[in-house]
């Protein structure tokens, strides 16, 4: 588990305050966020309607829905689905840095969606590099002799064994 950053979640706050357009509740960050509604509310200021359905009070279990539908909407939305924190990770306060992992990402998805004109969070997403080699450039490659080709200085596997073996001295 990644340790908590508390500069990274002030700035996720004042993002989604910014982009929501109004103050967040005051509280700590977690609790902030623990019902899902802001985050529900966040997701469809930026793509609206993602989230049919939010549950501003009730059980434990129709709040964490809350978090569910955002999930789904932000994986929709483009968020890669290995930086989508899980439910518990916020709701039952088990891994916090996650969830700001995900946010941030959101925050940087945006910029791949012209219909989005509001505040980003993070870095400025990389364009396009590609490169185009002659085939004269690829070729000169082959000439050269890596490391791997035995030429390391006298260097060797000689005498390592395979696994499990006793080494002999």
Not at 25 to 34: F, I, Q, S
Not at 38 to 50: Q, T
Not at 103 to 117: A, F, M, V
């Amino acid at each position: 588990m990644a340790p908590r950053n508390k500069e990274q979640e002030g700035e996720v706050l004042q993002w989604i305050s910014d982009v929501l357009g109004e103050k967040l509740p005051p509280g700590a960050y977690e609790d902030v966020l623990k019902d899902g509604v802001v985050l529900c509310k966040l997701i469809n200021k930026m793509a609206p309607g993602s989230v049919k359905k939010i549950q501003e009070r009730g059980t434990n279990f129709q709040l964490m829905e809350n978090i569910q539908r955002f999930q789904a909407a932000v994986k929709k939305y483009g968020v890669p689905e290995e930086e989508i924190f899980q439910t518990a990770d916020l709701f039952e306060r088990r891994n916090i840095a996650q969830v700001t992992l995900c946010l941030y990402s959101l925050g940087r998805i945006t910029q791949k969606h012209p219909e989005y004109n509001g505040p980003t969070l993070g870095p400025k997403m990389a364009d396009k590099n590609e490169r185009n080699f002659s085939e004269e450039q690829l070729r000169a490659h082959h000439g050269e002799l890596n490391l791997q080709m035995g030429f390391n200085k006298g260097a060797s596997q000689a005498g390592q064994g395979s696994f499990g073996n006793t080494r002999h001295m």
